[in-house]
């Protein structure tokens, strides 16, 4: 196991150590990491506990994090849980009201576009799009629907995790749409050794 992971692990407290464990062996962290620069401000939306963050973090010290989540519990317990790691930090925000984006190079949705309803996405998209420079990065891990067994399951545990709420899961090819009319050049593969269907687009101006 990378070492990283393990001190993200042990930062953890409580369930949410078991959590991580799982987070671990059920989603691509190395993965994600690879397609962040060394050096850059990485903007984490919807980030939740922080574990891939604090992640990043930890993987260079030359990047910046920034994690942001509409949920104050758990930005307070990242924060908490990430006291000795300097480049990374957590703010409050809501992507269903009115916000400003913050700077980065690198803009990463890691499993939240589903979580949010289409009309945010849209807004997201566009804002995270019209801040882009060139060789800024738009980073997205989704759930892909190709396979109906490992979805199915994804939707289990998203319905187990967030206590039966609404879940907007958005087609690849829509995706792709949306990504085009805002001028956005898109590569996107599947990564199948996964028990989660996971997809994976980069999109750059
Ligand atoms: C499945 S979790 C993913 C957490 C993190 N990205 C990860 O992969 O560990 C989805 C996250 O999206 C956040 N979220 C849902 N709706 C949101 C909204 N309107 N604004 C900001 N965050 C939101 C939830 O609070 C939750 O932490």
């Known amino acids: 196991m990378d070492n990283k992971i393990k001190t993200v692990i042990n930062l953890n ?12 062996l059920v989603t691509p962290f190395s993965e994600l990491d690879s ?10 939306i919807g980030c939740g506990y922080g574990v891939y963050s604090i992640y990043f973090a930890l993987k ?3 990047r910046t994090i920034s994690g942001i989540d509409k949920n104050p519990k758990k930005i307070n317990y990242a924060d908490k849980i990430s006291k000795g790691c300097r480049n990374v930090n957590f703010n409050v925000l809501d992507l269903d009201k009115n916000y400003a984006l913050p700077e980065a190079d690198v803009y990463l949705i890691n499993d939240v576009l589903h979580h949010i309803n289409n009309m945010s996405k849209e807004i997201l998209l566009k804002k995270i799009s019209d801040k882009m420079k ?7 891990k989704e759930m892909h629907s190709g396979s109906k067994i490992k979805f199915f399951l994804n939707c289990i545990n998203d319905k187990i995790m967030t206590f039966n709420k609404k879940l907007y899961f958005i087609e690849k090819e829509r995706l792709l749409s949306s990504f085009k009319k805002l001028g956005l050049k898109v590569r996107h593969y599947k990564l199948n050794n996964y028990i989660f269907p996971h997809i994976i687009y980069i999109c750059k101006k």
Do not use: T, V, W
Not at 13 to 24: D, P, Q
């Open 13 to 24: 407290k409580g369930h949410l150590k078991f959590y991580a464990c799982l987070k671990y």
């Open 134 to 140: 060139k060789n800024n990065i738009l980073l997205i």
């Open 35 to 44: 397609r962040i620069p060394k050096k850059c401000r990485l903007l984490d």
């Open 60 to 62: 260079s010290e030359r």
